[in-house]
């Protein structure tokens, strides 16, 4: 099973920037995809982005797309999420999660990904 481990949260004013990393030990398949999601305060966890190990496919939440973006160094066995223009409404906790065989709207849903970091907090100030 692969471990997880967020780092790279914190506070930042809106209009800001930031970079959180996923890393990853144990074994990781071509199959794999590497997920973020999001729990905001008094929210569900929501879908941020995702990409898939092998070929690097990305996959974004609308409320992402042009903002934030997701990429993987595989000699590290990390995987990145920038995150640029941030606001207020971005304040949550990030969580990185792996997924075996995800496919079609798998990519989207936390029930299809079945090993998951402890999070990293993320605030994002007016």
């Known amino acids: 099973q692969v471990q997880l481990v967020e780092s790279g949260g914190g506070s930042v004013q809106d209009g800001g920037s930031l970079r959180l990393s996923c890393a990853a030990s144990g074994r990781i398949l071509d199959s794999y995809g590497i997920g973020w999601f999001r729990r905001a305060p008094g929210k569900g966890r929501e879908f941020v982005a995702a990409?898939?190990?092998?070929?690097?496919?990305?996959y974004y939440a609308d409320s992402a797309k042009g903002r934030f973006s997701i990429s993987r160094n595989n000699a590290l066995n990390t995987v990145y999420l920038r995150m640029n223009s941030l606001r207020p409404e971005d304040t949550a906790i990030y969580y990185c999660?792996?997924?075996?065989?995800?496919?079609?709207?798998?990519?989207?849903?936390?029930?299809?990904?079945?090993?998951w970091g402890q999070g990293t907090q993320v605030t994002v100030s007016s």
């Open positions: 999660a792996s997924g075996r065989s995800l496919y079609a709207d798998y990519w989207f849903r936390s029930s299809k990904y079945d090993s």
């Open positions: 990409i898939k190990w092998s070929d690097g496919n990305t």
